[in-house]
Structure formats: structure tokens, C-alpha cells
């Protein structure tokens, strides 16, 4: 999809083409494309395209990687968003059974969703009144 989506957008035909002139375009047309795409998506798909570039000097397209040095954009700080009381208490409020049980144990012990989710009974200490996830 990345390759399809660079190919559309830039128009190039030839090998000789793809080198960071290209990239460079490919970028300020992707962001006319998505206003406000995030950096992040943007290296996303720089790494796809940086890795059809190696491809080409293996199979001896190229003699030299063209987007070797290639300077992706660095990303942006991210400020973390915390829930506000009423977020908490509509959460809490719409969650029933199993659902509720794991939405708060992840939320009040800061463990993520995928760590959470698999846990069972068997994970809680009852006798230290501890809850032991060993991945």
C-alpha cells in the first residue's frame, strides 16, 4: 500500500527515480494528502520505502542505497492525557462483570490492556493481597 500510495503520488517511472529528491516530495504530498498525518506515520512509511531501497542493491538495482542516510522527521513530543473524574466514573458506570473487574485492576494497578486481559484468578495472591502477572 505504501509503494502503491509512493508510486501515485509521485509519478516516477524509472529506477534512477527513487532517491531522496523523491522522498522529499513523496512527504510534502503525503501531508497535502493527510493534513495534520503524524510524524510517526510518515517514518512508518519512510521505513517501507527504506527497505524497497535495500531490496533494489540486493537484487542489483542500484549499486548504492539511495535513501541510506535519508533524515526522517522527528517526532513529536507527546504530553499524556489523563482521565478526568467524570471520564472515570463513566467508565466505571458502563462496565459490567469480567469487563468491569479487568478495566479497573489494569487502571488502578497502571498496567496495559494486553498485560491485563489474559490474567486470571490464579493471579491473585490472596494471601499477600498481591496480583502477580509474569509474562
Known amino acids: 500500500e505504501v509503494i502503491q500510495n509512493f508510486l501515485n503520488l509521485t509519478k516516477i517511472t524509472y529506477v534512477s527515480e527513487f532517491n531522496v529528491k523523491t522522498i522529499d516530495k513523496y512527504v510534502a504530498l503525503r501531508r497535502q494528502q493527510m493534513p495534520g498525518i503524524k510524524n510517526s506515520t510518515i517514518n512508518r512509511d519512510l521505513n517501507c520505502l527504506c527497505s524497497c531501497a535495500k531490496s533494489m542493491v540486493k537484487y542489483k538495482y542500484v549499486a548504492v542505497n539511495p535513501l541510506q542516510f535519508l533524515e526522517r522527521p522527528k517526532n513529536e513530543d507527546v504530553i499524556p492525557v489523563f482521565f478526568t473524574n467524570e471520564d472515570l ?42 496480583f502477580v502477572l509474569v509474562s
Do not use: C, S
Not at 458506570?93 to 486470571?120: C, H, Q, S
Open 89 to 130: 466514573q463513566k467508565m466505571f458506570t458502563n462496565l459490567k462483570g469480567d469487563w468491569l473487574t479487568m478495566t479497573m485492576l489494569g487502571y488502578f494497578l497502571g498496567i496495559r490492556i494486553n498485560e491485563v486481559v489474559p490474567a486470571t484468578i490464579d493471579h491473585v495472591l490472596f494471601d499477600t493481597n498481591n
